[in-house]
């Protein structure tokens, strides 16, 4: 069959979930296509070509722009068949009838696609699969060049980027993360020269540094060090950042000398809030204070961190919001902070574990289906204000090019005017900012 794979968005990175199930499709015999639409432009007259289309999902603003993708293919070809795949497919069908897709294949595709297509699998029209019957090299060949994505900005220059993924699933089961709800505490490792040979090629295509992508690098610590090790042995110049849990910052100490040695620029964590309340009902396993001894001693390897934020949950007060950009101040993350991050709010998907919070039960509404979540009010009406506020100031600065110290500093005189707390510093004292890494894409969900 003649399979085309399409991708809506994956972080700014050439998408390893089109790159992994074409090698599976390519080896069952069919012959595949691909696009990205992140890059690329979309016509529905690219699906004429198709016996099938498969349209990657992982992450919930994937999943809506799949959607509009999917409707614009039914409505040219109502016969094509359309699938779902990966975190996010289990809301493909949520449109009942008027849904555009005909399967939804969540967790590990690549078998269950091949079956799909190869019309052997009697599951259900919405199936979930966590079994992996071994992982193949990605092809890259049939995406975008590197060149087309998110760079490495560091020392006012922007260099081209690879990303792969270690593992998929996590341990974890912090309840407003969507991975939970699918994996339950699973992890899948995906063979340590299959990574190895992943990064060879992108390094072949230009790649000089390389984004681990996976929930939490450091969920298999040991499976993690020997990939560092065997990369930084082939290629000694290779920078990398990965993503990594406050917790395990913590307690795999003894790792980031080691990590630093063999190019690690940069660690992205999940603080979330500096409520320890807050924290202790999304069980994220950490407090605001283990956050801040997690910046320093990573600063201490000469490792950057840069934290992601959810500022805006149910039981959100303007002093927790206050104390966020307090924290971020003290600590020196301005430059570490992408604005846009400081209007984030919670997102309660299908399935959610947010969902078994009695504490949630007052906030929230009925399910939306064009929205693809769970809608839901704070506590003080005046906290959901605050958060289009800073949004719309994030907003505004990226338009306009405005220094993100300058979007930082107004976003904090919106979250302080008209209160009694302090007023922010006219200016907040930075270490360099010049040479602090960071990818071009700023986006996070």
Avoid at 206 to 216: K, M, N, V, W
Avoid at 226 to 231: A, D, E, H, N
Avoid at 306 to 330: C, K
Avoid at 385 to 397: D, F, P, R
Wanted: net charge negative; proline share 7%; hydrophobic share 45%.
């Amino acid at each position: 069959m003649k399979v085309l794979l399409i991708s809506t968005y994956e972080l700014g990175r050439q998408p390893v979930h089109v790159a992994s199930p074409a090698s599976a499709l390519l080896d069952a015999g069919h012959a595949v296509r691909a696009i990205d639409i992140s890059v690329e432009p979309w016509d529905p007259a690219d699906a004429d070509w198709a016996d099938a289309v498969a349209i990657s999902t992982p992450m919930h603003t994937a999943m809506r722009l799949a959607h509009n993708v999917a409707e614009s293919i039914k409505q040219r070809r109502p016969e094509l068949p359309v699938a779902a795949y990966g975190l996010y497919a289990g809301a493909a069908l949520d449109l009942g009838d008027r849904a555009p897709f005909d399967r939804a294949i969540v967790g590990e595709y690549e078998t269950a696609l091949v079956d799909w297509l190869d019309d052997r699998s009697t599951e259900p029209a919405l199936s979930v699969h966590l079994d992996r019957g071994g992982f193949r090299l990605p092809i890259r060949t049939i995406l975008p060049p590197l060149d087309r994505y998110a760079r490495l900005a560091i020392g006012g220059h922007k260099l081209l980027v690879g990303a792969v993924e270690a593992s998929h699933g996590c341990l974890h089961m912090c309840r407003h993360c969507p991975i939970p709800a699918v994996y339950g505490g699973r992890l899948r490792v995906v063979d340590v020269e299959t990574v190895l040979a992943d990064i060879d090629q992108q390094v072949a295509a230009g790649a000089r540094h390389i984004t681990f992508g996976d929930p939490d690098f450091l969920n298999g610590p040991a499976h993690s060090l020997r990939i560092v090790r065997g990369m930084h042995a082939r290629h000694p110049d290779l920078t990398f950042d990965c993503t990594v849990k406050v917790e395990h910052i913590l307690r795999y100490r003894d790792l980031w000398e080691e990590f630093a040695a063999s190019g690690c620029l940069f660690v992205v964590s999940a603080f979330e809030t500096m409520n320890d309340r807050i924290l202790e009902l999304l069980d994220k396993g950490h407090t605001g204070e283990e956050a801040a001894i997690a910046v320093h001693l990573l600063r201490d390897f000469g490792i950057d961190i840069r934290p992601s934020w959810l500022p805006f949950t149910p039981w959100t007060t303007r002093a927790d919001i206050e104390s966020m950009f307090r924290f971020i101040g003290t600590h020196d993350l301005v430059e570490s902070t992408d604005p846009v991050q400081m209007g984030i709010r919670l997102l309660i998907p299908l399935g959610s574990l947010m969902l078994e919070l009695r504490e949630l039960e007052p906030h929230i509404g009925r399910y939306e289906p064009d929205a693809l979540s769970y809608p839901w009010s704070s506590e003080d009406p005046e906290v959901d204000l605050l958060a289009k506020t800073l949004v719309e100031i994030a907003e505004a600065g990226v338009s306009s090019g405005r220094p993100t110290v300058d979007t930082f500093l107004e976003q904090w005189v919106a979250v302080v005017e008209g209160t009694d707390f302090a007023s922010p510093p006219n200016a907040i004292p930075q270490g360099a900012t010049e040479a602090r890494p960071k990818l071009t894409e700023s986006w996070f969900c």
